[in-house]
């Protein structure tokens, strides 16, 4: 805990280190938890952690044996064409890993049946204990916070929840002023939020450009000029916080480094 948050080590910051050494890496460093990759996968490419798999069960036994919690897995893409009936191994074994949150993406224009899917991704999760929550990006059909809190309203599922990244905020054209009104609405609705820094201007580039930086070139936190302390401020008290940092200037570095960087960097920020 760092000034009464949960801090997780997002997956994306070690993305390149096998599922038992980010709960290593996470734990070395100091995180309480972290977030793992496991319903991107296809029939040709299966995750080694869906299953009853060597992987997760080593995953397992590490995240015990640090006593480290698992705040979101990741990610689902959520279609026209998407099943959520067959998204259920992937749930399983979140639950199985004791994950708490299901990160989705909206990849349908169409809000109306976006809500309506995301509502039965909901009913799939909720009966394994798992609360989905939708990111807006600005290169997906769910592009700012406004919209995304739309579609969670129109899903009227008590198990939808909104994620809120503040890179996808500032590139959106928001702002922690148009967070706080909506989470003060709807507190329930903001289970948690992650944490990363940048540049207040946005890339040149286009969409290309957009992804290429939240993929793989972001800042650690405190280390750019987005409002970062603001934006927590303006989240329920104690929020936790996944610490999402793929910073290109550190991807040299191993897994325990750049997990380290990325803790330091968060207890500057937040005062410890």
Same mark, same amino acid.
């Given at each position: #805990?760092?000034?009464? !948050?949960?801090?997780?080590?997002?997956?994306?910051?070690?993305?390149?280190?096998?599922? @038992?050494?980010? *709960?290593?890496?996470?734990?070395?460093?100091g995180?309480?938890?972290?977030t793992l990759?496991?319903?991107?996968?296809?029939?040709?490419?299966?995750? @080694?952690?869906?299953?009853?798999?060597?992987?997760r069960?080593?995953?397992? *036994?590490?995240?015990?044996?640090?006593?480290?919690?698992?705040?979101?897995?990741?990610?689902?893409? #959520?279609?026209?064409?998407?099943?959520?009936a +067959?998204?259920?191994?992937?749930?399983?074994?979140?639950?199985?890993?004791?994950?708490r !949150? %299901?990160?989705?993406?909206?990849q349908?224009a169409h809000?109306t049946?976006?809500?309506?899917?995301f509502?039965?991704?909901?009913?799939?999760?909720?009966?394994?204990?798992?609360?989905? %929550? +939708?990111?807006?990006?600005?290169f997906?059909?769910?592009?700012?916070?406004?919209?995304?809190?739309?579609?969670?309203?129109l899903?009227? !599922? @008590?198990?939808?929840?909104?994620? %809120?990244? @503040?890179?996808?905020?500032?590139?959106?054209g928001? $702002?922690? *002023?148009?967070?706080?009104?909506?989470?003060?609405?709807?507190? !329930?609705?903001?289970p948690?939020?992650q944490?990363?820094?940048?540049?207040r201007?946005?890339?040149?580039?286009?969409?290309?450009?957009?992804?290429?930086?939240?993929?793989f070139?972001?800042?650690?936190?405190?280390?750019?000029?987005?409002?970062?302390?603001?934006?927590?401020?303006?989240?329920? *008290?104690?929020?936790?916080? $996944?610490?999402?940092t793929?910073?290109?200037?550190?991807?040299?570095?191993?897994?325990r480094?750049?997990?380290?960087?990325a #803790?330091?960097?968060?207890?500057?920020?937040?005062?410890?």
């Amino acid at each position: #805990m760092i000034a009464g !948050h949960e801090v997780a080590l997002a997956t994306l910051a070690v993305l390149d280190a096998p599922p @038992p050494e980010i *709960a290593d890496v996470a734990a070395a460093a100091g995180f309480d938890s972290i977030t793992l990759r496991l319903a991107d996968a296809s029939v040709a490419d299966p995750n @080694p952690l869906v299953g009853d798999t060597p992987t997760r069960r080593e995953t397992i *036994a590490r995240l015990r044996h640090h006593g480290l919690g698992v705040l979101d897995i990741e990610v689902v893409r #959520m279609g026209e064409d998407t099943e959520p009936a +067959l998204l259920r191994p992937a749930l399983e074994s979140a639950r199985e890993l004791g994950a708490r !949150h %299901v990160l989705v993406i909206n990849q349908d224009a169409h809000e109306t049946r976006a809500a309506d899917k995301f509502a039965r991704i909901c009913e799939e999760a909720e009966r394994l204990e798992l609360r989905p %929550v +939708l990111e807006f990006m600005v290169f997906t059909a769910t592009k700012t916070v406004e919209q995304a809190d739309r579609i969670v309203a129109l899903a009227a !599922h @008590p198990a939808a929840g909104v994620l %809120v990244d @503040p890179l996808h905020l500032q590139r959106s054209g928001g $702002s922690p *002023a148009d967070v706080a009104p909506l989470v003060a609405a709807n507190p !329930h609705r903001y289970p948690y939020a992650q944490l990363c820094d940048g540049p207040r201007a946005t890339p040149d580039g286009g969409g290309r450009a957009l992804y290429e930086e939240a993929v793989f070139n972001r800042l650690a936190p405190g280390d750019g000029e987005l409002p970062l302390l603001e934006l927590i401020e303006a989240m329920p *008290a104690g929020t936790p916080l $996944s610490v999402e940092t793929p910073v290109a200037a550190v991807a040299h570095l191993s897994p325990r480094e750049r997990a380290e960087h990325a #803790m330091a960097a968060t207890r500057r920020l937040l005062g410890e």
